[in-house]
């Protein structure tokens, strides 16, 4: 098969990470990837805001986790968070975001590193402590939050969930 379908088809979203590290070298190359993704007129606006401290990495689940009044939330033991934001007045902004999103996916399982989309920030970037914490951190203050990936080496390898029939067709 031919390995870029390969990459793609066996990537899974991993829901539980090991204790170990992610080499630093191996992290640039997923930043690299990201930031190579395409944009709406290539204005390259984003911002990928990576967490590598465990510490900081707790503290911003356990906030999350307060406002969504689910004292169990966290990031599956992720490693590295990377927040991905973009400029509020940006009308590509999510499109731009969510291609970098998937470079990231395919750039960390190339390099055997699981990952999942972390979805709540975006939700919630906008409450007065978490903005806090996102400034201290150096998420630019004029930037949305759209997403977070989650990175770190798979304790359970997921099944592949299915693809449904019939979300395509060809035309002659
Ligand atoms: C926009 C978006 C939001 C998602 N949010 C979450 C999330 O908050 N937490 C999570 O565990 N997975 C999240 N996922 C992962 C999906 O659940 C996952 O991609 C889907 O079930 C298909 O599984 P696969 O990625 O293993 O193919 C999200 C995916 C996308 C594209």
């Known amino acids: 098969m031919n390995h870029v379908l390969e990459n793609i088809i066996t990537r899974r979203s991993v829901r539980s990470f090991t204790d170990q590290a992610i080499k630093q070298e191996d992290l640039d190359q997923i930043i690299t990837a990201a930031i190579y993704a395409p944009s709406g007129m290539n204005r390259q606006s984003w911002h990928f805001t990576v967490l590598r401290n465990k510490?900081?990495?707790?503290?911003?689940?356990?906030?999350?986790?307060?406002?969504?009044g689910n004292q169990n939330y966290n990031f599956y033991n992720a490693q590295v968070m990377i927040i991905v934001s973009n400029d509020r007045e940006n009308r590509n902004s999510v499109a731009d975001c969510a291609c970098a999103m998937q470079n990231i996916f395919l750039m960390a399982h190339e390099l055997g590193i699981g990952s999942v989309w972390i979805n709540q920030l975006k939700d919630l970037q906008d409450i007065a402590e978490i903005r806090t914490l996102l400034d201290s951190f150096g998420v630019p203050a004029d930037h949305q939050v759209y997403a977070m990936a989650a990175l770190g080496y798979a304790e359970v390898y997921p099944e592949a969930r299915p693809r449904k029939k019939g979300s395509y067709h060809f035309v002659d």
């Not at 510490?55 to 969504?68: D, N």
């Open 55 to 68: 510490e900081k990495i707790q503290a911003l689940y356990e906030l999350m986790g307060k406002h969504l």
